[in-house]
């Protein structure tokens, strides 16, 4: 199973927005509603921020929103805060039962 | 309040053995989905495996064959023994409690160093 396509890393100015892609297949991100993000912070576990493409779990920011069309998925932040600054993953269930991360973008925050 | 503690990492000789634990309090993990996830040194996440809450396990083709998962209902623990350790295999390993394919709440993790 190979990972999820993301950007290594994606920059943008307090309060802007910014959009993460993850592209995968119709065996994984294509063939299920079963995507989630996590955030991750240096030397910190992952958390989860946005799952089934599109839910946030409580207490997770709605400026976190996530979308999907074919066989890539979207996450955007919106009103960048230094906070943000982090690496992202995205993640999703696959055609073998399997799961499988993406290769993890590194956000910045100018 | 959901925790998860993971031990029984360490240095270990390549095609050596360990076996993780992850003790989970809060919920009991007999009747939830429970994954190992791993992260070498300045990598990203890798999915290793997944225990559903009536047994099925499912791993990833990466450690086939020399990973296995499972739990001991009595003290709240999930396991990941290690088998034919590589030095590829180095990384930090995460417990965590899933709800289908999400990852809600994970623990600290443990380190593996597979070395000589």
């Known amino acids: 199973q190979s990972a999820l396509t993301q950007p290594a890393s994606v920059s943008g100015s307090l309060g802007q927005s910014m959009t993460i892609s993850c592209t995968g297949t119709s065996s994984d991100v294509g063939g299920y509603n079963y995507v989630s993000w996590y955030q991750q912070h240096p030397g910190k576990a992952p958390k989860l921020m946005i799952y089934d493409v599109s839910d946030r779990p409580s207490g997770v920011s709605n400026r976190f929103s996530g979308s999907k069309s074919g066989n890539t998925a979207s996450l955007t932040i919106s009103g960048l805060q230094a906070e943000d600054e982090a690496d992202y993953y995205c993640?999703?269930?696959?055609?073998?039962?399997?799961?499988?991360f993406g290769t993890g973008t590194k956000v910045t925050v100018l | 309040e959901v925790q998860l503690v993971e031990s029984g990492g360490g240095l270990i000789q390549p095609g050596g053995s360990l076996r993780l634990s992850c003790a989970a309090a809060?919920?009991?993990?007999?009747?939830?989905?429970m994954s190992w996830v791993r992260q070498a040194p300045g990598k990203g996440l890798e999915w290793v495996s997944v225990i559903y809450s009536g047994g099925t396990t499912y791993i990833a083709d990466s450690v086939k064959g020399r990973f296995t998962i499972s739990r001991d209902n009595s003290k709240n623990r999930v396991y990941l023994q290690m088998n034919s350790l590589r030095a590829e295999d180095s990384a930090v390993y995460y417990c965590?409690?899933?709800?289908?394919?999400?990852?809600?709440?994970w623990g600290q993790g443990t380190l593996v160093t597979v070395s000589s």
């Open positions: 965590a409690r899933a709800l289908g394919s999400l990852l809600e709440y």
């Open positions: 809060g919920f009991t993990v007999t009747t939830n989905y």
């Open positions: 993640s999703s269930f696959t055609s073998s039962s399997t799961r499988v």
